[in-house]
């Protein structure tokens, strides 16, 4: 992780939900007392930035909390599962091995907890398999980009953690589309709230400091969801690795482009132009990443 300023803040009216809280915290401890990076990505990650940090609205809401541990070797992985179990509330899954249950006394239902290991660990690039066997793999593309460029959140006084930034959430929700489109459209919904959110989430400023930022400006006719679109391109461009962009340009430039944008229209419902605007807010974004 690259990004060591001073860490981000919640709102002091937008605390983080309780249970969340202890969860995030028990992997906190666990990933310092086996001394292995972890940031938070996923939903949560999303909601913290952009409603606990900046008070915007963050989209769906969820009960799952990922996490993303950069290891070496699987028994890294066991240990930190492990350590969690020994932590009252959490037990595991029956049937998904990087999966935990946290159920706080008293409360109903339990969190979501995954594990998402990811780094030294890949059997080969962008992929880890799970053992025993080894046969189901899973799709980890991005994450070692959404690591280097992770900001660092204080979630409670005391306690800080690194979360994806928002142009690593996007990079991770990109890929996540193209591997789930076939089920349903939430991670296409998620980038359009990504996009649409950017330009409040910290970077007026920026897109008026900046000459090219605010030329893209000019060219949206002062439209800030269009030009922030742009900018969370251009800082993706700059965050994330030639492989990643590499890998990116089939879904924003290929065949998929189009499945993309009737997705992430599916997040405007009541707007006339929806398929329109959506494909305005991915043509800045593309625009934006190849600045």
């Not at 990922?66 to 066991?78: E, I, K, S, T």
């Not at 499945?259 to 929806?274: F, P, T």
Request: proline content about 5%; aromatic content about 6%.
């Amino acid at each position: 992780m690259t990004n060591i300023s001073r860490p981000l803040a919640l709102k002091p009216d937008r605390p983080l939900d309780p249970i969340a809280l202890a969860v995030i915290n028990a992997i906190q401890q666990a990933a310092t007392k086996l001394k292995r990076p972890v940031f938070i990505v996923g939903a949560v990650a999303r909601i913290i930035l952009l409603e606990h940090i900046h008070g915007l609205s963050a989209g769906r809401a969820t009960a799952d909390v990922d996490f993303a541990f950069a290891l070496d070797h699987w028994a890294q992985f066991d240990a930190i599962k492990a350590l969690l179990l020994e932590h009252p509330g959490f037990h595991a899954s029956e049937h998904v091995v990087h999966r935990l249950h946290y159920r706080a006394p008293g409360q109903e239902p339990s969190y979501k907890v995954d594990l998402i290991p990811f780094g030294g660990i890949e059997a080969s690039a962008n992929t880890i398999t799970w053992p025993p066997d080894m046969e189901i793999m899973m799709n980890v593309a991005g994450f070692s980009d959404a690591f280097s460029a992770a900001v660092n959140v204080q979630i409670s006084p005391g306690t800080a953690i690194a979360v994806a930034s928002l142009p690593g959430i996007a990079i991770l929700k990109l890929f996540a589309w193209a591997d789930r489109r076939h089920d349903n459209a939430k991670d296409a919904i998620d980038l359009n709230t990504l996009l649409r959110s950017y330009h409040d989430a910290g970077n007026h400023h920026r897109i008026y400091a900046d000459e090219r930022a605010l030329t893209a400006l000019e060219a949206v006719e002062y439209d800030p969801e269009l030009a922030g679109a742009w900018l969370m391109g251009n800082d993706v461009a700059t965050m994330a690795s030639t492989a990643t962009l590499t890998d990116l340009e089939p879904l924003l430039n290929g065949q998929l482009r189009d499945r993309l944008i009737e997705d992430m229209s599916r997040a405007m419902k009541g707007r006339a132009d929806v398929l329109k605007y959506a494909s305005r807010l991915l043509e800045q974004f593309t625009i934006g990443l190849t600045a």
